[in-house]
């Protein structure tokens, strides 16, 4: 069973258009995550939700917006596509809530290798 | 600003041999810390994590050293075998609630066989 799976694996596409990646997680956890992942393998956190909610949003172009239909999903839609948002990007999940020792580490999907031409 | 871990270096050690792979952080309000594994085409994967209440944890064949003093960690790896070449990452758990992972730049681990 595919922990964190995300759709697609590889998306190319021209400047200008819009795509959605989708995410989901089946370890019941509260809290999704989407990062970046540039060229030099520098993985960088864009959004975090936790139980649907949005909590952090790193200075992200509000070009893509994150959607969390329910605890299991956290999609990402961007906008107007540039060259430079071309990366791979991660959805991971976690579990937060229920004390400071329940912290688990990031569980990560396989990524989706976005390129913009 | 914030910072884990140094710009993408590589580490080359002979199949066998013990490898100790280091990384330093900025925040000294982090209180959890995790070392991942990158292989080519793959997501992080997670290896091994130390809570700061703790200097030391060992796994199968990883242990991870925390010094508080000096914010630095590192991940020892015994018998290093070819399937671990990857890009190990550290990452610190930050901010408030603990919903923010932030990532070193990474280190590239050779085996040569």
């Known amino acids: 069973d595919t922990a964190v799976s995300q759709t697609p694996k590889y998306l190319v596409t021209q400047m200008g258009n819009d795509k959605s990646i989708k995410c989901e997680q089946n370890?019941?956890?509260?809290?999704m995550y989407w990062y970046k992942q540039d060229s030099k393998k520098f993985l960088k956190i864009m959004f975090s939700?936790?139980?649907?909610?949005?909590?952090i949003n790193e200075t992200v172009p509000n070009r893509f917006s994150p959607k969390s239909p329910d605890k299991a999903h956290l999609n990402l839609h961007i906008n107007s596509l540039e060259l430079g948002d071309s990366a791979v990007y991660f959805c991971?999940?976690?579990?937060?809530?229920?004390?400071?020792?329940?912290?688990?580490?990031?569980?990560f999907g396989q990524g989706t290798r976005l390129t913009v031409v | 600003g914030e910072s884990v871990g140094l710009h993408l270096p590589t580490l080359s050690v002979q199949e066998g041999d013990n490898s100790i792979i280091n990384c330093a952080y900025s925040?000294?309000?982090?209180?959890?810390f995790i070392w991942y594994k990158q292989e080519s085409g793959k997501g992080p994967q997670f290896i091994i994590d130390?809570?700061?209440?703790?200097d030391k944890r060992q796994g199968q064949r990883v242990t991870v050293l925390l010094n508080k003093t000096v914010k630095h960690l590192s991940l020892q790896i015994a018998a290093t075998q070819p399937g671990d070449s990857a890009v190990y990452f550290c990452?610190?758990?930050?901010?408030?609630?603990?919903?923010?992972?932030?990532f070193g730049a990474g280190t590239r681990l050779f085996v040569k066989a």
């Open positions: 991971a999940s976690s579990q937060v809530g229920g004390g400071r020792f329940r912290h688990t580490e990031a569980f």
């Open positions: 370890l019941g956890h509260d809290t």
């Open positions: 939700y936790n139980n649907k909610e949005l909590i």
């Open positions: 925040n000294s309000a982090s209180d959890y």
């Open positions: 130390i809570r700061s209440n703790m």
């Open positions: 990452a610190e758990r930050a901010g408030t609630g603990g919903f923010k992972t932030i």
